[in-house]
């Protein structure tokens, strides 16, 4: 049987880019989707251009908002019964430099994207172990890797997140719930449009190396590869990918090509 059939999968950040992709791919799975993000009117367009809408139910929140989070597990968990999978990808980026930055924004990030994603974990675990089954699957970033300039906040982010997902499945080595992490590279998506700026606007401009980044689609292809994968921490994306190792191996000179460029 296809690894995917007859499962309940919750994705967050569905409403656009990675999750909607993802969401898309799915749907043609015969499983059942919880679709989460804040907008509802691009969470039921989603639905709507998915196969099978009958099997989607939809989900709204902000994880800024997350002390919510036992509540949003509970009605995710009753929706269907129980949940598989987490897709925990709902997230948002930033772009400016650190001192500029109002720290209203830095705590926004790691609301959202550090403390938002790990209280659906928190959450969510004890059923999962409950229930002696589940996979939650954390969507990180290359940048959370090494720091680089007008990234400070989302670089630090997603940062904490993945260690916080390789210490959590060390302490969970002998569960039956499967942990993993990806870390995409530059995927084209609205990520870079909707990063904040130092006063907590829209950037609304697009960076090229998103404009020429993977497709969305082609990124959700290997992201149900990863998902069925055994490994814990998978990287997708393009040559940029060769950033982590370069940094990694020779942090000087990877800074000095960064400063040159
Ligand atoms: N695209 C890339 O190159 C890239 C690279 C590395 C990592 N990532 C990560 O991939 C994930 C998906 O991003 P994307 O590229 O698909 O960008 P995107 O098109 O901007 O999608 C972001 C998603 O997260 C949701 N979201 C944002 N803030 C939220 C909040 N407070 N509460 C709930 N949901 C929220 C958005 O929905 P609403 O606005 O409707 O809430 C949207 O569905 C993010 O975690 C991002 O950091 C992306």
């Avoid at 367009?45 to 099997?55: A, D, F, I, Y």
């Avoid at 997140?161 to 590279?185: A, D, F, H, R």
Wanted: with cysteine; proline share 4%.
């Amino acid at each position: 049987m296809e690894y995917f059939t007859g499962k309940t999968i919750w994705i967050t950040g569905a409403s656009s880019g990675i999750g909607e992709a993802l969401a898309k791919k799915l749907a043609s799975q015969n499983v059942q989707l919880i679709l989460s993000a804040r907008r509802l009117e691009e969470l039921e367009r989603v639905k709507s251009e998915c196969t099978h809408p009958e099997n989607i139910r939809i989900l709204p929140l902000d994880l800024e908002q997350n002390s919510q989070a036992h509540e949003w597990v509970d009605a995710a968990w009753k929706t269907f019964g129980s949940i598989d999978i987490l897709v925990n990808n709902g997230g948002i980026g930033q772009f400016g430099n650190a001192l500029e930055t109002d720290e209203r924004v830095e705590r926004k990030l790691f609301e959202i994207n550090y403390f938002g994603n790990i209280a659906l974990t928190k959450h969510l675990l004890p059923k999962m172990l409950e229930a002696g089954k589940g996979q939650i699957m954390a969507i990180s970033s290359i940048a959370g890797k090494f720091g680089q300039p007008k990234l400070a906040a989302y670089s630090a982010s997603k940062g904490a997140l993945t260690l916080y997902y390789e210490s959590l499945k060390e302490e969970l080595i002998n569960s039956p719930v499967k942990l993993q992490v990806v870390s995409p590279g530059f995927i084209k998506t609205s990520v870079t449009l909707n990063s904040l700026k130092p006063d907590g606007s829209k950037m609304n401009t697009n960076s090229p190396a998103q404009e020429n980044g993977m497709p969305a689609d082609v990124f959700a292809e290997k992201l149900m590869k990863a998902i069925r994968s055994s490994k814990f921490h998978t990287y997708i994306g393009n040559k940029e990918l060769l950033a982590v190792p370069f940094h990694a191996v020779l942090p000087g000179l990877f800074y000095k090509l960064i400063r040159k460029n």
